[in-house]
């Protein structure tokens, strides 16, 4: 047993396998939170994972799963959806028949959540992904 307390852990993984570099186009094009948190939702990402700053890859590869499960369309539509739930749900006006909808389409209240979390760690990380630009930073 002691080779195994000496031998080396491989690396951590810091880069998107090239064989999974063709779908970061996808991704790019799912620009919103709510779309990612949308495409987490659909993905194979845990129920009761709990986001960290150092998961970037991880997240990435599971937007880009739930992304071509769903559709780019159906992510997009669905995260819209979500916004405007969110803000029906800050401003205090959502009703009964926006809870069921609400409730319909993520019945899975705590999964909605730390999708939600995770896409918003991956927004804190400010990653430049391919295809997308930013606008240019103006002088104070």
Same mark, same amino acid.
């Given at each position: 047993m002691p080779a195994t307390l000496t031998a080396p852990r491989p690396?951590?993984?810091?880069? %998107?396998?090239?064989? !999974? $570099?063709? +779908? /970061?186009?996808?991704?790019?094009?799912?620009?919103?939170?709510?779309?990612?948190?949308?495409?987490?939702?659909?993905?194979?990402?845990?129920?009761?994972?709990?986001?960290?700053?150092?998961?970037?890859?991880?997240?990435?590869?599971?937007? %880009?799963?739930?992304? !071509? $499960?769903? +559709? /780019?369309?159906?992510?997009?539509?669905?995260g819209a959806s979500l916004r405007a739930f969110n803000l029906l749900m800050i401003e205090d006006t959502d009703g009964p028949t926006d809870r069921a909808a609400y409730a319909h389409r993520f019945p899975l209240a705590r999964r909605i959540d730390k999708a939600q979390s995770a896409a918003a760690t991956l927004a804190l990380l400010s990653l430049d992904v391919p295809g997308r630009t930013r606008p240019a930073r103006q002088a104070a």
């Open positions: 690396a951590a993984q810091t880069s %998107i396998p090239a064989s !999974e $570099r063709p +779908s /970061l186009a996808l991704l790019a094009q799912v620009t919103s939170s709510t779309a990612r948190a949308v495409a987490l939702y659909a993905s194979d990402m845990p129920t009761n994972y709990r986001a960290s700053m150092d998961d970037a890859t991880r997240i990435i590869g599971w937007i %880009i799963q739930g992304t !071509e $499960r769903l +559709s /780019l369309e159906t992510v997009g539509h669905d």
